[in-house]
């Protein structure tokens, strides 16, 4: 959450999931919201039920409100396309899971979760 705190960012959630969507570790600041790993987690399942990061997918998904609805309503509520879910890639090139962090603006949330994966020896999807 260093890197988050260096960019302003206090109200932190960070949620790393295995293949299956399910968290294998959350982390909420203090300061944070009580809906902020539901947020993380939602993006993080988002990336893993569509295959690409959740700030991808709020570009194609935002000028269809329609469809973000729908999927919406077909996953339970857990359809989230906002930045800050990643694909987390081994070094094979293989996705073992997803991490997403909520608390800043989706470009943000982005950038540092996807740096906080690199810095675990990981990779992001791009």
Known sequence: MTDAAKRGVE?????????????????????????????ARGKAQTALGLNSSSLKLSQIFGAVPSATTAINAATGGRFVPIGGGVLVINAHGHVIGAAAMSGGAPETDDAVVTQAVRAAGLDVLP
């Open 11 to 39: 109200k932190v959630s960070v949620v790393v999931t295995d293949l299956g969507g399910d968290i294998r570790v959350a982390l909420r600041a203090d300061a944070a919201g009580s809906f902020g790993i539901d947020i």
